[in-house]
């Protein structure tokens, strides 16, 4: 299934509180536990005024579904293509 990088503008990202962090990612997995098994989370990088988000799913209008659902932006959604690491470089 296709991998996602979503971009969620969000100002202030990187302030938020753990509190906060936990209740937006408490929200994520209550709308992907209603979605089912064809969409998955794996993993966000928060900055200053942004969240980037790794989702597995099988297109980008699930994604933008999930985002819908939750009340998150999804300002950008790209699929990843490839992997690339220093071991590349080998």
């Not at 969620?8 to 936990?22: I, T, V």
């Not at 992907?32 to 297109?59: F, H, M």
């Amino acid at each position: 299934m296709p991998k996602f990088i979503i971009e969620r503008e969000l100002p202030g990202a990187g302030a938020l509180s753990s509190e906060q962090l936990q209740g937006i990612s408490q929200k994520s997995c209550s709308v992907l536990n209603e979605l089912g098994t064809k969409i998955q989370w794996l993993q966000s990088y928060v900055t200053d005024d942004k969240i980037y988000c790794v989702y597995i799913a099988p297109d980008a209008e699930t994604i933008k579904l999930h985002a819908e659902q939750g009340g998150f932006p999804a300002n950008s959604i790209a699929e990843i293509k490839t992997v690339i690491d220093p071991t590349t470089a080998e």
